[in-house]
């Protein structure tokens, strides 16, 4: 058995048993639903029995979860993608690409308030792009307080004092890609001229 499926399996019996938690069942109910010994049920949460699919098959009949569910498998067929919102701040990131290192990319939602915050600039190493969709993005930047309404886009040294808000107390959606080494986004707009002949 390779490393993967190994992890794979090794990951079920965790998984088994917070289900079971959360539904709020005992082994010994889940025996008498799914027909496996209560020993054996036990040895699989803990990791001592590798699971098989006979018996997986009676226990995502019973929680009515999909098998892959159980077994954590990456799942296949469906286009969807399964985004995690991530909360900083006070504000919420839904991260667009999963790739560990260079450019990550991500939407951020400020969320309304009564009273716009105070800025309170922040440094740290890295390169950051950003576009309003929408709202009224107030951007502070080293020594310059800007307002970006929607189609508007910044491009920064994240080593300079910088805060995100809102300009208006307003939602502010906007996209962001962010280079941990500095990496710059390049952004082309319109044609090149053309080159001189000769």
Not at 60 to 82: E, K, M, W
Not at 84 to 113: D, E, Y
């Amino acid at each position: 058995m390779d490393g993967e499926a190994a992890d794979v399996l090794g990951a079920v019996g965790p998984r088994l048993r917070a289900l079971r938690r959360e539904r709020g069942i005992t082994l010994a109910e889940l025996s008498v639903t799914t027909g496996v010994s209560e020993s054996t049920l036990s040895r699989l949460e803990s990791g001592q029995r590798r699971a098989t699919l006979e018996l997986l098959l009676p226990l995502a009949r019973t929680y009515d979860v999909p098998l892959d569910d159980l077994v954590g498998a990456p799942r296949t067929g469906d286009p969807r993608i399964h985004l995690k919102p991530l909360r900083r701040f006070g504000m919420v990131f839904v991260p667009l690409s999963r790739r560990p290192g260079g450019t990550q990319a991500f939407k951020m939602i400020i969320p309304a308030r009564p009273e716009p915050l105070e800025p309170t600039p922040q440094t740290h190493e890295g390169f950051e792009w950003l576009y309003v969709l929408n709202g009224r993005l107030r951007l502070v930047l080293g020594e310059h307080d800007l307002t970006l309404p929607p189609g508007e886009a910044a491009e920064f040294d994240t080593s300079m004092p910088h805060w995100l808000g809102s300009a208006d107390g307003g939602a502010v959606e906007l996209l962001i890609l962010f280079g941990l080494q500095g990496v710059r986004a390049h952004v082309r707009a319109g044609a090149r001229p053309p080159r001189p002949a000769g």
